[in-house]
């Protein structure tokens, strides 16, 4: 009885270790069919898209247009920066195929803000100029910086919070980047903190950024209704 009882606790124990190796490896789910282009106008919801008949598919479900992806963006805004996402919910034939794409258009000393995608790992190319970029890892909190040019390559590991500065004081800077899921998502931390609606008590930010409410206020008042 005691040989059943243990063999059973170590089974549930093997059991539990698997569950939760998955859940750490998990990402965009792999398809089960060459593609699933995703059908916008379909009343199902499902955690991604249903699929379009494939019998209704056609090249352009494929394609891109380059004017969407190879034109400069204005980046007249209050961090100089402007993101362009080629992503599932405008590339339809993307779904399940766990990718997507993302231009980044710098003004001078413009800023990619602190943020993270909670689905993907970037891969950013430089396209043109001097970018100052870097992520910071789970605690401890280590800074992991460097500064690139036109032709290099960087990786932001899933999840992590990231930045990207234009060192330029005179010229624009872009970039591309490829994302590990068809929707990576983005949680920019300061809109996200200053800015979430409704927002976060001003009593729980002074306490954790240790300064007076009277700061905390005046934050969040910049990040609501502001063009960031």
Same mark, same amino acid.
């Given at each position: 009885?005691?040989?059943?009882?243990?063999?059973?606790?170590?089974?549930?124990?093997?059991?539990?270790?698997?569950?939760?190796?998955?859940?750490?490896?998990?990402?965009?789910?792999?398809?089960?069919?060459?593609?699933?282009?995703a059908d916008k106008n379909s009343p199902v919801r499902v955690n991604g898209f249903p699929c379009k008949d494939p019998m209704?598919?056609?090249?352009?479900?494929?394609?891109?247009?380059?004017?969407?992806?190879?034109?400069?963006?204005?980046?007249?805004?209050?961090?100089?920066?402007?993101?362009?996402?080629?992503?599932?919910?405008?590339?339809?034939? /993307?779904?399940?195929?766990?990718?997507?794409?993302?231009? %980044?258009?710098? =003004?001078?000393? !413009?800023?990619? $803000? #602190?943020?993270?995608?909670?689905?993907?790992?970037?891969?950013?190319?430089?396209?043109?100029?001097?970018?100052?970029?870097?992520?910071?890892?789970?605690?401890?909190?280590?800074?992991?910086?460097?500064?690139?040019?036109?032709?290099?390559?960087?990786?932001?590991?899933?999840?992590?919070?990231?930045?990207?500065?234009?060192?330029?004081?005179?010229?624009?800077?872009?970039?591309?980047?490829? /994302?590990?899921?068809?929707?990576?998502?983005?949680?920019? %931390?300061?809109? =996200?903190?200053? !800015?979430?609606? $409704? #927002?976060?008590?001003?009593?729980?930010?002074?306490?954790?950024?240790?300064?007076?409410?009277?700061?905390?206020?005046?934050?969040?008042?910049?990040?609501?209704?502001?063009?960031?």
């Open positions: 009885m005691a040989s059943s009882s243990s063999s059973l606790l170590l089974l549930a124990a093997a059991l539990l270790a698997l569950a939760s190796w998955h859940q750490a490896i998990a990402y965009d789910p792999s398809p089960l069919q060459d593609f699933c282009v209704a598919v056609t090249p352009d479900d494929f394609y891109n247009p380059a004017m969407i992806i190879d034109k400069r963006r204005d980046t007249n805004n209050k961090v100089g920066s402007n993101v362009t996402n080629i992503n599932v919910e405008s590339f339809p034939g /993307l779904n399940t195929l766990g990718i997507s794409l993302a231009r %980044i258009d710098y =003004a001078p000393l !413009g800023v990619n $803000p #602190p943020h993270i995608h909670p689905r993907a790992t970037e891969l950013l190319t430089v396209l043109e100029g001097t970018l100052y970029l870097g992520f910071v890892t789970s605690n401890p909190n280590r800074l992991f910086s460097k500064v690139v040019k036109k032709g290099d390559v960087f990786v932001f590991p899933k999840a992590m919070i990231h930045f990207q500065m234009n060192l330029d004081h005179d010229k624009p800077a872009a970039a591309l980047s490829s /994302l590990s899921s068809q929707n990576p998502g983005v949680i920019t %931390i300061a809109s =996200a903190v200053f !800015g979430s609606k $409704p #927002p976060i008590a001003d009593d729980v930010l002074a306490k954790a950024f240790q300064v007076e409410k009277k700061l905390i206020d005046w934050l969040q008042s910049q990040f609501w209704d502001t063009n960031y």
